[in-house]
T-cell receptor, first 118, second 109 residues
Framework: GAVVSQHPSWVICKSGTSVKIECRSLDFQATTMFWYRQFPKQSLMLMAT?????????EQGVEKDKFLINHASLTLSTLTVTSAHPEDSSFYIC??????????????FGPGTRLTVT | TQLLEQSPQFLSIQEGENLTVYCNSS?????LQWYRQEPGEGPVLLVT?????EVKKLKRLTFQFGDARKDSSLHITAAQPGDTGLYLCAGGPGNQFYFGTGTSLTVIP
């Protein structure tokens, strides 16, 4: 159980275009999903918390107009990188919480999306 | 400001050796997780620790949560090449997660 998928697994786009990444919880409903960004050899950096039916909460320094997040259903959140530039090239990973069990907040991660902007 | 600091950042050891990775914070966590990530993939949950002083074992991996719930350690016994990867601790207020700085482990056959 607790499987999270992402699509696409990799994408190459031209500078100035927009790219949409999907994150789905396959066998559970997730009222909250999270988006992370990871550069090579570095840890994951939380970008935003995606809440079903409401606006996402962005971490400090993350441009909300550039990284658009939509959480339209309990199993799907999307991240759109608008007007992408080469510096946006990175590994983007989403995660979701299964229904809470006591004090545990375990997150399950998607396989990631490698974005390359040329 | 990094909420969770891990040490060492990089570690390269011979097969069969033991190692310990540390995860430290000035904050108290209700729970703390350890993940392992391979290149090009998402992190995979190894363990969750909840109680101060708790020790959990997963085959050759031993996880400990500090008494004050501010730090944790991961000890690997007799490391194998298959243990190679990025080890990450994570925790945070409520259900938000902040990851540690990461420890990149390479086990040489």
């Amino acid at each position: 159980g607790a499987v999270v998928s992402q699509h696409p697994s990799w994408v190459i786009c031209k500078s100035g275009t927009s790219v949409k990444i999907e994150c789905r919880s396959l066998d559970f409903q997730a009222t909250t999903m999270f988006w992370y960004r990871q550069f090579p050899k570095q840890s994951l950096m939380l970008m935003a918390t995606s809440n079903e039916g409401s606006k996402a909460t962005y971490e400090q320094g993350v441009e909300k107009d550039k990284f658009l997040i939509n959480h339209a259903s309990l199993t799907l959140s999307t991240l759109t990188v608008t007007s992408a530039h080469p510096e946006d090239s990175s590994f983007y990973i989403c995660s979701a919480n299964p229904p809470r069990q006591g004090v545990l907040y375990e997150q399950y991660f998607g396989p990631g999306t490698r974005l390359t902007v040329t | 400001t990094q909420l969770l600091e891990q040490s060492p950042q990089f570690l390269s050891i011979q097969e069969g050796e033991n190692l310990t990775v540390y995860c430290n914070s000035s904050s108290v966590f209700s729970s703390l997780q350890w993940y392992r990530q391979e290149p090009g993939e998402g992190p995979v949950l190894l363990v969750t620790v909840v109680t101060g002083g708790e020790v959990k074992k997963l085959k050759r991996l031993t996880f400990q949560f500090g008494d004050a719930r501010k730090d944790s350690s991961l000890h690997i016994t007799a490391a194998q090449p298959g243990d190679t990867g990025l080890y990450l601790c994570a925790g945070g207020p409520g259900n938000q997660f902040y990851f540690g700085t990461g420890t990149s482990l390479t086990v040489i056959p």
